[in-house]
């Protein structure tokens, strides 16, 4: 397959440094060129692994995500700048990855990945990297890797650590390695393992954990070097230590052990107990706020962002921080509209969910694109930051 790939004399230049490594070589650059790598998620460990993998010269990249830009991911997602705030993701990464090199076929699949549409998604790519960041999309990955026979690259980031690993590898004499089942066979009761939405991560880790992945993919496809197979890397950003564990298969493993029990994709929701997306809110633009204010209708206005934030600028409302919602949830009241709002619409909607889920509230509206959205549609005057 490789022989038959040829290259541009701007391929030859842009490779070129990969060529000339003794190990490497055209061959190696031509399996690259030939492979097809699909990237389930764009956001702090798909920034990393896409870039690179771009930059490298995979011929065709697969990206699944059905999130938009937030102002909140660009603390970590580098993929990403302001001007693509409010974009589909998919969107926006392609055009960064092609301004990046133009060389590339890239297939979006702007859709959440589900037991639904997981194997038709994946049963044409060579490799999956999965950067998602919860259980049940972990799952679903990985159970519709083995089905299919497709190699994982696995990363997960939290806080400080970063974990990585190939699973479902296939070894030169055709046996499998282990995969995420054989380490995980069941996942942490709900609410045990927090994500990273409500337990945040150091910006820098996925920066770290992501190459590392791009970099196990490019050894996969490539045949150069070992990959991680039926080993687990952890790394610890706070100490600057890591381990790595040795993993095996497993004989009780439900998905490929001695008596398989799972042969479809099944409910991973139900499954891991927790949801992989979280549920919409309720919306009003800042027009609609406009009219309820001309109206004469009673209302309240919770401003979820940081104190230094309100001092900035803010529109009149009673500030409670995103981190104290829960604690001050008696402030505020169930029985009229409530408007809540941050910057931009991420954080309001993050305290949103966790009121309504918490304590039943459902009188809850996200102001859409946040105080600067209100700034730019109703009250121009105002500082923007």
């Known amino acids: 397959m490789s022989t038959q790939i040829s290259f541009s004399k701007e391929e030859l230049a842009r490779y070129n440094r990969h ?23 764009s956001g702090g460990l798909g920034s990393p692994v896409l870039l690179y993998l771009a930059a490298a010269g995979i011929g065709t990249i697969g990206i699944v995500d059905f999130d938009v830009v937030d102002d909140s991911n660009l603390q970590r997602q580098v993929l990403f700048g302001v001007s693509d705030i409010g974009k ?27 037991s639904q549409n997981a194997l038709d998604v994946i049963k044409d790519y060579d490799v999956v990297a999965d950067g998602t960041d919860n259980f049940p999309t972990r799952y679903l990955v990985n ?7 497709k190699t994982n690259v696995y990363a997960s980031i939290f806080q400080f650590e970063g974990q990585v690993s190939v699973f479902n590898y296939r070894y030169p004499n055709g046996d499998f390695g282990p995969n995420y089942r054989d380490l995980y066979p069941t996942p942490p009761p709900p609410g045990l393992v927090p994500s990273c939405a409500e337990g945040g991560v150091l910006g820098v880790l996925p920066g770290i954990i992501g190459s590392l992945q791009a970099l196990e993919v490019i050894k996969v496809i490539t045949g150069v070097g070992e990959p991680l197979a039926g080993r687990f890397y952890i790394f ?11 993993i095996s298969r497993r004989d009780d493993n439900p998905l490929n052990g001695k008596n398989p029990t799972i042969t479809q994709l099944i409910d991973y929701e139900q499954f891991c107990g927790v949801k992989a997306v979280e549920k919409p809110v309720k919306e ?3 027009r609609e706020l406009t009219e309820l204010q001309e109206k004469g209708v009673t209302y309240q206005l919770i401003d979820v962002r940081e104190p230094y934030e309100y001092e900035i600028v803010n529109i009149g409302a009673e500030l409670i921080p995103l981190a ?18 941050c910057k931009m619409g991420g954080r309001s909607a993050k305290a949103i969910r966790e009121l309504e889920d918490k304590f039943g509230f459902n009188n809850l509206f996200n102001l859409k694109g946040g105080i600067l959205a209100y700034i730019d549609d109703v009250q121009p005057s105002l500082t923007k930051y």
């Open 236 to 246: 610890d950003a706070s100490g600057f230590e890591s381990r790595t564990f040795t």
């Open 143 to 149: 159970d519709a890797c083995v089905l299919l026979g």
């Open 284 to 286: 009003i633009t800042p």
């Open 88 to 114: 589909p993701k998919v969107e926006a990464a392609k055009a960064r990855l092609q301004a990046l090199n133009p060389h590339i076929n890239f297939i979006l699949h702007n859709t959440q990945l589900t």
């Open 324 to 341: 104290t919602v829960a604690e001050q949830a008696e402030r505020i009241n169930k029985n009229i509209p409530v408007i809540v709002h």
């Open 19 to 41: 060529i000339i490594i003794p190990e490497f070589g055209l061959a190696a650059q031509q399996k690259l060129k030939a492979a097809k790598v699909l990237v389930v998620g």
